[in-house]
T-cell receptor, first 113, second 113 residues
């Protein structure tokens, strides 16, 4: 049972344009959501997170939007840069389960220059 | 500040053998979690340790075990290796038990022949 889904295996975007990565979840008990970026042969790197009490969180070029009623979150990268090319993972957690993260399958982002 | 370190980085074992992987968290971090990444199943939570106690456990057989030492360093052990255990094993650390922001190491690539 996939509780966190990233339905787009890959996304290709032109440099300077907006990248939008999507994530859906099924478990309404999740109360914290995170995005990680992963390069080959490296571990995931934390990008940005959002608590379920918010609907938006912004950090520089990265903004995460949360729609609790739709159980959907998205990561916006503006403007996209070639160095953003990586695999992006959405993850979710529940407070009572401590640091246990449930990950989506990932989306490969390619930013073309 | 040094990041999460994992040793060894690469490992080749044969079926039936056992293996021990090591993780040193970021200095001051007291929570350590382990994840398995495979092409078919993605990133899956194995277990989490805090103050030398296992707080959470994922859906893996008893062949997978771990422990944490008083200096927060952690080891995980897999006994009676199977071909399907071939994966990237990632360790993540965080300051506290309920600190959602986790920092990942580069992983140990285990190949079972």
């Amino acid at each position: 049972d996939q509780q966190v889904k990233q339905n787009s295996p890959s996304l290709s975007v032109q440099e300077g344009r907006i990248s939008i990565l999507n994530c859906d979840y099924t478990n309404s008990m999740f109360d914290y959501f995170l995005w990680y970026k992963k390069y080959p042969a490296e571990g995931p790197t934390f990008l940005i997170s959002i608590s379920s009490i918010k609907d938006k969180n912004e950090d520089g070029r990265f903004t995460v939007f949360l729609n609790k009623s739709a159980k959907h979150l998205s990561l916006h990268i503006v403007p996209s840069q070639p160095g953003d090319s990586a695999v992006y993972f959405c993850a979710a957690s529940r407070s009572e389960y401590g640091n246990k993260l449930v990950f989506g399958a990932g989306t490969i982002l390619r930013v073309k220059s | 500040k040094a990041g999460v370190t994992q040793t060894p980085r690469y490992l080749i074992k044969t079926r039936g053998q056992q293996v021990t992987l090591s993780c040193s968290p970021i200095s001051g971090h007291r929570s350590v979690s382990w994840y398995q990444q495979t092409p078919g199943q993605g990133l899956q939570f194995l277990f989490e340790y805090f103050s030398e106690t296992q707080r959470n456990k994922g859906n893996f057989p008893g062949r997978f075990s771990g422990r944490q030492f008083s200096n927060s360093r952690s080891e995980m052990n897999v006994s009676t290796l199977e071909l399907g255990d071939s994966a990237l094993y990632l360790c993540a650390s965080s300051l506290e038990a309920d600190d959602n922001e986790q920092f990942f190491g580069p992983g140990t690539r285990l190949t079972v022949l």
